[in-house]
């Protein structure tokens, strides 16, 4: 009686702690109380609402209509109000349902493998135009990553559950209750001499049952039955039955072993470290991003200021015509030429002032969770703080070393370590499921009898009873016998399934096998894409600074050529079409020029996003961005001039 006492108790034990061990993964608060500790497993935990309030530091660097926003500034507020890294904050959460849900033997859902590429700059919204933010080198350009080349999906999902099935590992408490009346007519009357016979019972039963992982399945169950019938032959009328009941399955083939039923386990908890290098990959993506729009934001304001420059000498020649031509030393003709030249350099400031506001509108959105809706946002005109500069030289490092740090930083290729790793623990399901199954059972039972004995009379006398007085007394009589073990029951058995041809299991086992075999493919793929992406990113930094250098000594010497050109025209020795033409050219050289630099920034922030540095280079703590709270303060505001 004892060990059977032991085994109920530990059955309570583990129904209990079941729950207790479930609060350690909750998404909400803590409950508070008796009676949210006692109904917190039956009611839906609470989710936040979405938050679409943007942080303070948005209006603390809105002066006079005016944002002034500094790179870091421009990169805190995309990483506390950006929308697709808002997205990637439910991803671990997700993940930790998954694995509450694994952990009660439930099937996987998976993580989502999407990742949202960051925001196209206006640049590639202009047709027909030339602005000074148009890099046409491939180092501004988004290039296949070695994450796109790595197919197949992430997380290891579980569409279709194959491999042996899953335990519930959750205890469950059954109680049934249960009042009947049963009346059976009797076609011989001889023996009891009744019509009918009729029960009056009422029974009630309570079990538990829990299983493991390493396949061992247990239930201890409590029944009971109070019956009172009208049949004068019974000894004992009213009587209490009662049994107790200890049950244990094993698994010793199929679905045997903690490594089999544990699979579900381990991916989940694997998904949950895909979780945390999907947010860092979409951090790396849309900081790229944001650093590749400022850029351009700059660029796009320093070609406006040579396309404002363009326009004023086009001007000043119109005025300087227009004086010449009332003294007689200039034909007309030439007033309509400087005016042209006017309207041309008129058109390109109009294209370059429209892309600009096109860029701070991008911006604007990619920083704010409700974008440009607030209208103190949209009207804001941004003045970016910070300046294209071009290193003298570029710390590049070799190669093999730029290799080795994408391929230790990068958690686009740590994702495609994990789906192999997720692929071969999946692999141990599906071996398992080729065995046969055969299962152990073994039951203890104790049973317990108990009444009044009976004084219906037949056929009007009454009965002689020889009732052992051990039977005779109420339910704690029947108790008594269960506590000491009178009327035991022992079985113990087996079950054997042996599949004569086991086809479903050797074609989830091909299957599975298969795709293990993909996803190392991939691996191997995503590496020979990070070389190609570092080699190109490479000879794409070193073609922007070649353009640079050509821009810079172009600029140069389109000045030189149209000084000479000017005070050529001042001696009469050169025409108002030459000075046009020059002043052009240098427009143009300028605009080359800041193109050239921006191309050179746009490649620099590739390279760093292809080896997986753009989180160190920009000092972005993890943490703070997953809690969308940055702790670096806003810059200073530069004093007006």
């Given amino acids: 009686m004892n060990t059977m006492r032991s085994i109920v108790s530990v059955m309570c034990v583990l129904l209990t702690a079941g729950p207790q061990m479930q609060a350690q993964i909750v998404i909400d608060k803590a409950p508070q109380g008796f009676r949210e500790k006692i109904t917190r497993n039956y009611v839906a935990k609470e989710v936040a609402p979405i938050n679409l309030q943007n942080s303070s530091r948005l209006d603390s660097l809105i002066r006079g209509g005016v944002l002034y926003l500094s790179l870091q500034d421009a990169i805190a507020l995309t990483l506390e109000n950006n929308l697709d890294i808002e997205l990637q904050r439910y991803g671990p959460e997700q993940a930790k349902a998954s694995l509450m849900r694994a952990q009660a033997g439930g099937l996987l859902r998976g993580v989502p493998p999407t990742v949202q590429s960051g925001a196209a700059s206006a640049q590639a919204q202009v047709v027909g135009s030339q602005t000074g933010g148009a890099p046409t080198v491939q180092g501004g350009a988004r290039r296949q990553s070695a994450s796109d080349a790595a197919a197949g999906g992430t997380g290891g999902t579980v569409i279709t559950a194959t491999g042996t099935a899953l335990q519930n590992l959750d205890p469950v408490f059954v109680s049934t209750f249960n009042i009947g009346h049963t009346t059976r007519p009797q076609s011989n009357t001889v023996t009891t001499g009744l019509t009918s016979t009729i029960f009056d019972s009422t029974s009630h039963s309570y079990a538990v049952q829990k299983s493991w992982l390493t396949g061992t399945t247990v239930s201890a169950g409590w029944n009971n039955l109070y019956s009172r019938g009208n049949n004068p032959l019974s000894d004992i009328n009213p009587l209490n039955s009662a049994n107790i009941q200890l049950q244990v399955s094993q698994r010793l083939l199929q679905g045997f072993g903690i490594a089999v039923n544990d699979r579900n386990i381990r991916i989940a908890r694997n998904n949950m470290k895909v979780s945390d290098l999907q947010f860092r990959t979409q951090l790396m993506t849309t900081v790229a991003a944001v650093v590749g729009l400022y850029w351009d934001l700059v660029s796009f304001n320093e070609d406006l200021k040579v396309k404002e420059q363009a326009l004023a000498l086009a001007k000043k020649l119109h005025e300087d015509n227009k004086k010449q031509v009332e003294i007689g030393t200039l034909a007309p003709i030439e007033i309509v030429n400087a005016e042209a030249q006017v309207a041309a350099r008129e058109q390109d400031l109009l294209v370059s002032q429209t892309v600009t506001l096109q860029q701070e509108t991008i911006i604007k959105n990619v920083m704010s969770r409700t974008g440009v809706s607030s209208q103190m946002v949209a009207d804001a005109r941004i003045r970016p703080t910070d300046k294209m500069t071009m290193p003298d030289v570029d710390p590049i490092q070799p190669i093999q070393d730029l290799y080795s740090m994408a391929v230790a930083d990068r958690p686009d290729l740590e994702q495609t370590k994990i789906n192999i790793e997720n ?62 073990r009178n009327f035991p029951d022992y079985s113990i058995g087996f079950q054997l399934n042996i599949p004569l041809r086991n086809r479903s299991a050797q074609a989830d086992m091909i299957i599975d096998t298969l795709n293990l075999r993909q996803q190392e493919l991939n691996e191997q793929r995503a590496l020979n894409q ?65 193109s050239a630099m921006s191309a050179f920034q746009k490649a620099r922030v590739d390279l760093d996003r292809v080896t997986g540095q753009t989180l160190k280079v920009y000092d972005i703590d993890v943490v703070e961005a997953m809690a969308g709270k940055v702790s670096r303060p806003p810059a200073m505001i530069p004093a007006q001039p």
């Fill in 530 to 594: 990070l070389r190609v992406d570092i080699q190109n990113s490479v000879v794409a930094l070193q073609q922007t600074r070649a353009r640079y250098q050509s821009a810079l000594k172009q600029r140069e010497l389109q000045e030189q050529t149209l000084s000479a050109e000017q005070k050529k025209y001042e001696l009469g020795a050169s025409t108002v079409y030459l000075i046009i033409q020059y002043q052009r050219d240098l427009a143009q050289a300028e605009s080359n020029l800041v």
């Fill in 423 to 484: 692929a071969k623990i999946g692999l141990k399901g599906s071996r398992s499921q080729l065995l046969p199954s055969f299962d152990v059972q073994a039951s203890l039972q104790n049973n317990a009898l108990s009444g009044a004995i009976n004084d219906l009379l037949l056929r009007g006398q009454p009965v002689v009873r020889r009732v052992d007085p051990y039977f005779v007394g109420g339910y704690g009589t029947a108790l008594g016998q269960l506590a000491r």
